[in-house]
């Protein structure tokens, strides 16, 4: 069987460095303010690997990315790469992608179906539940060769709302427990499936020269809005802008508790099934036709075209997964200033074909490749890591909203330009660190 171990500081090097650690975190996280280094200091994103990303539970991907035996994606966990796979019982997996042998990685492809692992090194073979079934020649080993005790390295794996979280800690509180209010947001998100499944149609990843937390805090950040996404608003329709015009807005944001936070940026929209006797949007009309006319009742065309347009909030589920409107963000620490990102569109899967079009429309207009706010937002980052190398004794400011921010239904809220979302990351940032 696969092996469920506890991982510790990798290297004698990094384990020395993280016990001997004097960086007075406590001191650089302030209620209103974190210091720049938490952007810059190579030692402190050595430790963040360890006391953040493999101490506590990390998005590796949604049920639809491996819906039949066999089913898998490699994807990576901090920096170590992992397999999310499921075996032919159904169940899931997420196994160390590194071969107990001599170390090679056993699957280089990032999606696809398998019947098994086999290291492209030396051979050994392993079943989609990282069980080792064979290896090459075994008669060199005599009876020393243990293959129970070699299987790849299994973590532990749980899953909410078709989304599938893993950590490398056995006594970590269960899913249920970390998500805690996160859940509710996280059933109203996959309501933009129109009462179909939700399924990942594609992705779009890319790097930017900057830390993880500066794409961290841009999730609940609606501050920058309507100055980073100026060419963004102006490609729409005065309708659309009246609805994308919320800085100003009744919206808020939200700490839900574990560093995860909501903002609401367009309060009508948070349930997606609700008021649905609403005037459809112009921007929205043909569609609602085109879904009349291929048959379908008038209560599921306005379900459909409510949910095509996405949720009127943005989710952070700390440490490295968003939900925002119609795609997952997911970060991928790669150095103390790079930063993979990968932007994964949802659809309705068995939803009409026309339907999910315009998701995906709406999706690159906005956060595909060549879309209005992936460059903008890509450039702001860069800019903020720039920036962070200007001084020794420089302070990142998250303070706006802290005089009105009020007690809300599930933690602190502000206003939905307040940086209510942040301060909830980097308190738990530091608990993380100081544990």
Known sequence: MSTVISIQPAS??????????????????????????????????TEEMDKVFYSNWIWVGHV??????????????????????????????VLLNRCRHRGATVC????????????????????????????????????TLEKDKLGLVSLRVEEYAGMVFATFKDDLMPLSEWLGPAKKWMDLFM??????????????????????KIQLENTTDAYHFPLVHKSFLSSLDEQAKKTFDFVAGPGYVEDLGN?????VMIPELIDLEADLDKPIPDRFAELA?????????????????RAVGGTGFNLNLYPNVACSMAFFRVL???????????????????????????RLRLHEHFQGPMGFGTPDDGEA????????????????????????????????????SAETGMRAAYRQWLKSMTA
């Not at 991928?332 to 315009?358: C, F, K, L, W």
């Open 12 to 45: 004698a090097a990094l384990q020395g460095a993280t016990q001997a650690s004097c960086i007075p975190y406590a001191e650089l996280v302030q209620p209103d303010r974190v210091h720049t280094s938490l952007y810059t200091n190579p030692a402190i994103f």
């Open 64 to 93: 639809s990315e491996v819906p039949e035996p066999g089913s898998f994606k490699s994807t990576w966990i901090g920096q170590q790469p992992v397999v999310l796979v499921r075996d032919r019982k159904k169940e899931l997996h």
């Open 108 to 143: 280089e492809h990032k999606k696809g179906k398998t019947a098994s692992f086999v290291c492209p090194y030396h051979g050994w073979g392993y079943g989609l539940d990282g069980a080792l079934r064979g290896v090459p020649h075994p008669e060199s080993y005599g009876d």
């Open 191 to 212: 309501k933009q499936a129109g009462g179909y499944p939700v399924k990942v149609a594609g992705e779009h990843r890319f790097t930017f020269p900057g830390n993880w």
């Open 259 to 263: 560093g995860h936070s909501v903002m």
């Open 289 to 305: 036709q085109a879904l009349r006319d291929e048959g379908h009742e008038e209560a599921k065309v306005r379900r459909i075209v």
């Open 332 to 358: 991928r620490p790669i150095s103390v200033n790079e930063t993979e990102i990968h932007h994964a569109a949802i659809v309705m899967d068995g939803g009409p074909a026309i339907a999910n079009q315009y």
């Open 381 to 416: 980052w860069e800019r903020v890591q720039k920036g962070a190398r200007a001084g020794e004794d420089l302070w990142i400011m998250v303070n706006r909203g802290l005089p009105g921010e009020k007690p809300g239904t599930d933690g602190p809220r502000g206003d939905v």
